[in-house]
């Protein structure tokens, strides 16, 4: 075992953050200041002073060998039987998540860290009262680590008297402890960066990369990137994007759930902009047909990959009927991805990677990807991608109650230091625990009323609160009691959290 936080990994940690914090702020204010525009009046669309970019005849480099095929993706978090799961799945790439199906527990962040460390090395086993986790006889997944956005902090190790940036220390803990023995291995470190907002948040990423790098005598361009686009800015700066993170960058991921938080909270004012039930909200919605349309052409026309979303369907050992219905639904969003031209897609559970792995293998036959399929045909307005009123579905009291119940369970087990949890056959996580209590909040403040008239008030909720309470186990040592007042202050509050994570990060340990 490896000490994770040796002088020397925090004394890199400390120097990223030195560089590049002040930086990070800087462009955490200017999210701010851009939301308060577009409340005030303000609109999206593609930018006037980036249109040469868009415009331009160019492409990013090629990726390296084991990047190259990524028709299935599984993800999850860094927790030791899951990293043992993930590699043993049979998945081209284990998307390994510091962020959203991850708590940021310092006990958590520091075992994740050991976790990839013996992952590398192919040295990880565990043993429970239960059973022996080994590793099988491989192939195995290529390793693509997600740290946390650029908006969460991390007071466990305080830079210069400031908490540091969790972005630079999932990063950079990582990359110190790993970068030259993947190279060695014939692999490289390679990320997933998550929330941006913008491509000035790409060129930063850009910039620690390169310091980084060269920091550690590891050649410029060994790290290799794909970009979550799950935020409504940064769907207008794909072509901005991919151009700021050469010579880093292989591709782009359509992180639908993100993106559908960031479109309730970013319109949260509009009332034009209210979403239905979220189970109404499909890939097939006009808006999200334009999004991911744009996505993959955007990523083939720059030679990028273009990756699909998550399957988040956990399946049942009890129940046949409901594991029929689910993978249907499985199969025909990956029959559609693999149909737009996606170079691959992704799945929460070992048992679907076969699944998606059968339609992409159907669609792609001996080729690795799609980057030759261009979609030149595609073309893509401001308008509709912010097209939500055409959206099929209503606001349901079964949503509302979904929604107040999913928030619930899904905190309290965060708060336990569990950030991927099976709900109703799904796995949430902090994204989908986002969407249920923001549409909660987007439907009182915008006066929104159910099919029978009754309208969605902070009162109502409280009564669907106990109501829901009542349903769930409540085993001793829970914390349901916090719970319900953090899931009322960022769904009932007159003003908006940001981020549930953020509101609720001073709760843990």
């Not at 070992?350 to 001996?366: A, H, Q, S, T, W």
């Amino acid at each position: 075992m490896t000490e994770i936080l040796s002088d020397a990994a925090v004394a890199f940690v400390a120097e990223l953050n030195r560089r590049f914090r002040g930086r990070r702020n800087e462009l955490l204010a200017a999210r701010a200041e851009r939301r308060a525009a577009i409340a005030a009046g303000g609109s999206l669309d593609f930018l006037s002073e980036t249109a040469e970019i868009r415009a331009g005849d160019w492409t990013v480099p090629g990726a390296p060998a084991d990047l190259t095929d990524r028709r299935v993706e599984i993800t999850g978090p860094t927790e030791r039987k899951m990293t043992i799961n993930a590699l043993n799945s049979g998945a081209k790439v284990w998307l390994a998540d510091l962020e959203d199906a991850n708590t940021p527990h310092w006990a958590n962040v520091i075992d994740g860290q050991q976790n990839l460390y013996d992952a590398v090395r192919r040295d990880i086993s565990l043993k429970t009262d239960k059973k022996t986790y080994e590793l099988s006889a491989g192939p195995y997944p290529t390793i693509v680590v997600r740290p946390r956005g650029w908006h969460l902090d991390e007071r466990h190790l305080p830079v210069d008297g400031e908490p540091a940036v969790g972005a630079l220390v999932d990063f950079g803990l990582y990359f110190f402890h790993n970068a030259k023995e993947l190279l060695e291995r014939g692999s490289g470190p390679y990320f997933y960066l998550p929330k941006m907002e913008s491509h000035h948040e790409a060129a930063l990423w850009n910039d620690v990369f390169t310091f980084a790098q060269e920091q550690l005598g590891i050649p410029v361009g060994s790290i290799r990137a794909t970009v979550l686009i799950e935020t409504i800015p940064a769907a207008f700066e794909m072509d901005e994007i991919l151009w700021a993170l050469r010579p880093h960058i292989c591709g782009l991921n359509a992180g639908r759930w993100d993106y559908l938080f960031s479109i309730i909270k970013y319109f949260r004012d509009n009332p034009a902009m209210v979403l239905p039930d979220r189970a109404a909200v499909t890939m097939t919605a006009p808006f999200m047909r334009a999004y991911t349309e744009l996505l993959v052409s955007t990523c083939h026309r720059r030679g990028a990959f273009a990756m699909g979303g998550m399957a988040a369907f956990i399946p049942s050992r009890r129940d046949p009927e409901v594991n029929e219905v689910a993978l249907g639904k499985v199969r025909e969003d990956k029959e559609r991805e693999a149909g737009d031209g996606f170079d691959g897609s992704w799945v929460a559970h070992p048992d679907l990677v076969p699944v998606c792995r059968e339609i992409f293998d159907r669609v792609l036959g001996e080729r690795p990807n799609q980057l030759d399929r261009r979609r030149e045909e595609v073309s893509v307005t401001a308008a509709q991608l912010l097209d939500v009123a055409a959206t099929a579905g209503s606001v349901t009291e079964a949503g509302l109650r979904s929604n107040v119940s999913v928030a619930l369970q899904y905190l309290e087990a965060w708060l336990r230091g569990n950030g991927a949890v099976a709900i109703f056959n799904l796995m949430e996580d902090a994204a989908t625990a986002e969407i249920s209590r923001s549409q909660v909040w987007q439907w009182i403040h915008n006066g929104v009323t159910l099919p029978d008239g009754t309208p969605v008030t902070a009162e109502l909720v409280t009564r669907l609160e106990d109501e829901e309470l009542a349903k769930i186990d409540q085993p001793g040592g829970n914390r349901f009691a916090e719970v319900r007042t953090l899931f009322e202050r960022v769904a009932l509050a007159d003003d908006f959290a940001g981020f549930l994570t953020t509101a609720a990060y001073d709760a843990i340990d």
